[in-house]
């Protein structure tokens, strides 16, 4: 079966830098556009980013444009978040999630696969 596994996630203060990994098993990597999403305590989950198949098309909330990167492997299967100028609105559980297409999406409805989330606290 399809499985999504985040990791990278922590604790840092406002102004650092995390990079998140999601480790994609169970599907053909390469025909699935990919994305990155965050959920806030009290707030609905929203988009932060996404990638098209091969990595050579990326969008971004405005929100973290500038600050965020996506990138993938598709030899390895992984799709990274490199969060760079990290501000205490960045706090959240943030979500890989993978769609059964080629094309990005910024809406959640959008991606079949989800995976369990990690948790980014910045601290002011």
């Known amino acids: 079966q399809v499985q999504l596994v985040e990791s990278g996630g922590g604790l840092v203060q ?6 998140l990994s999601c480790a994609a098993s169970g599907l053909t990597f390469s025909n699935y556009a990919m ?10 989950r929203e988009f932060v980013a996404t990638i098209n198949w091969s990595g050579g098309v990326t969008y971004y909330a405005d929100s973290v444009k500038g600050r ?25 559980v943030y979500y890989c999630a993978g769609r059964a297409t080629t094309l990005m999406s910024t809406l959640t409805h959008h991606y079949e696969y ?11």
């Not at 406002?14 to 990079?19: D, F, K, N, V």
């Open 35 to 44: 994305g990155w999403f965050r959920q806030a305590p009290g707030k609905e």
């Open 14 to 19: 406002a102004g650092g830098s995390l990079r």
């Open 114 to 124: 989800w995976g369990q989330g990690t948790q980014v606290t910045v601290s002011s």
């Open 68 to 92: 965020f990167t996506i990138s993938r492997d598709n030899a390895k299967n992984v799709v990274y978040l490199q969060m760079n100028s990290l501000k205490p609105e960045d706090t959240a």
